[in-house]
Nanobody, 118 residues
Framework: QVQLVESGGGLVQAGGSLRLSCLASGRTFSSYRMAWFRQAPGKEREFVAAISWAGVDIYYADSVKGRFTITGDNSKNTVYLQMNNLKPDDTAVYYC???????????WGQGTQVTVSS
């Protein structure tokens, strides 16, 4: 059974940092692209960042460029999202997702809450 499990969310003050982790299990993910999405209350789910397991292809939403960094550790089947200089607008449930190109993201974790206080 394929599973993505996120962790690392929490409450932090504006300007602070958090690191989210996404542990992938159930299959070999070497050919997959991993991503982070987020959904704030009353808003659509939005793309945050993506990475291929080889680490060659990395993409960021404009709103997080220069503040967030996505990395992967193949030996641990884990993808990370380092979030620095957090802002209240970053408050959302953050989801880890996986896809095997050219398919769309179809494997999702349960989400982890990130709350940034002003």
């Amino acid at each position: 059974q394929v599973q993505l499990v996120e962790s690392g969310g929490g409450l932090v003050q504006a300007g602070g940092s958090l690191r989210l982790s996404c542990l992938a299990s159930g299959r070999t993910f070497s050919s997959y692209r991993m991503a982070w999405f987020r959904q704030a209350p009353g808003k659509e789910r939005e793309f945050v960042a993506a990475i291929s397991w080889a680490g060659v292809d990395i993409y960021y939403a404009d709103s997080v460029k220069g503040r967030f960094t996505i990395t992967g550790d193949n030996s641990k089947n884990t993808v990370y999202l380092q979030m620095n200089n957090l802002k209240p607008d970053d408050t959302a449930v953050y989801y880890c997702a996986a896809r095997r190109p050219p398919a769309a993201y179809d494997i999702w974790g349960q989400g982890t809450q990130v709350t940034v206080s002003s």
